[in-house]
């Protein structure tokens, strides 16, 4: 005796295949749109830097060379710490760059043996870069 599924359990509906699919592909393409989105506003900052050099100029003063790229027109922000030899902060400053070269003067309390960029924000860029 051969029973026919269809007829055990009734015929699942026509419209049911189509949707599905239909419905898969919109979330696919929304998905696929979000995650392109994603990755070029984060890979495209209004603001980046980088520390090109620093030089301990006294106990109490570290000169530091920044290189920062802006976006036309952006006011951005950047920070800079001083750490001393036991990894401790002994001076930070934050300052308004300008494009390009930005050479600044970290006041300190006591000798820095190193400078630690924290980076640059711009607004609607809440992660320093």
């Known amino acids: 005796m051969t029973t026919d599924l269809a007829d055990r359990y009734g015929a699942p509906a026509r419209w049911r295949r189509p949707v599905t699919i239909t419905l898969a592909v919109a979330l696919a ?3 696929l749109g979000w995650l392109g989105w994603t990755a070029w506003f984060h890979s495209t900052p209004a603001a980046t830097s980088e520390l090109v050099t620093f030089e301990v100029t006294s106990d109490y003063e570290v000169a530091a060379r920044l290189d920062v790229q802006l976006d036309d027109g952006v006011d951005a922000s950047c920070r800079l710490r001083a750490l001393a030899e036991d990894k401790t902060a002994v001076g930070e400053l934050e300052f308004s760059p300008v494009a390009g070269v930005n050479e600044v003067v970290i ?22 870069r």
Do not use: F, I, N
């Open 29 to 31: 393409v929304v998905g």
């Open 107 to 128: 006041r300190t309390e006591r000798r820095a043996t190193s400078v630690e960029k924290l980076g640059c924000t711009a607004p609607g860029q809440p992660r320093p």
